[in-house]
């Protein structure tokens, strides 16, 4: 088992920053590929990023590349998400998750394990 939690989310006004965290335990944290994905009112979950096991790869959706940036620290088993250049459409609940895939991007659905989700809103 890995038990995800997040924290950081927040109120930010358009072209702000925030940083999201998300601090693991359980298993061996090294052994997975660490994603974000959020959810906006209304719509389904949709992919961020992901980082994969060595921290040497990230991946993004086109809607935030250049924008956000996510980062791994395997001595602290946490992962972080910071998000500049915020915009009223990146409104969601953002989730931190856990996928048992070294070697490659996850399909969505290997992610096994997933945070609660922390409210990230931005204001026009």
């Known amino acids: 088992q890995v038990q995800l939690v997040e924290s950081g989310g927040g109120l930010v006004q358009a072209g702000g920053s925030l940083r999201l965290s998300c601090a693991a335990s359980?298993?061996?944290?090294?052994?997975?590929?660490m994603g974000w994905f959020r959810q906006a009112p209304g719509k389904e979950r949709e992919f961020v990023a992901v980082i994969t096991w060595s921290g040497g790869i990230g991946y993004y959706a086109d809607s935030v590349k250049g924008r956000f940036t996510i980062s791994r620290d395997n001595a602290k088993n946490t992962v972080a998400l910071q998000m500049n250049s915020l915009k009223p459409e990146d409104t969601a609940v953002y989730y931190c998750?856990?996928?048992?895939?070294?070697?490659?991007?996850?399909?969505?659905?290997?992610?096994?394990?997933w945070g609660q989700g922390t409210q990230v809103t931005v204001s026009s």
């Open positions: 998750a856990a996928a048992p895939v070294l070697y490659r991007r996850p399909d969505t659905t290997e992610y096994h394990y």
């Open positions: 359980g298993r061996t944290f090294s052994s997975y590929s």
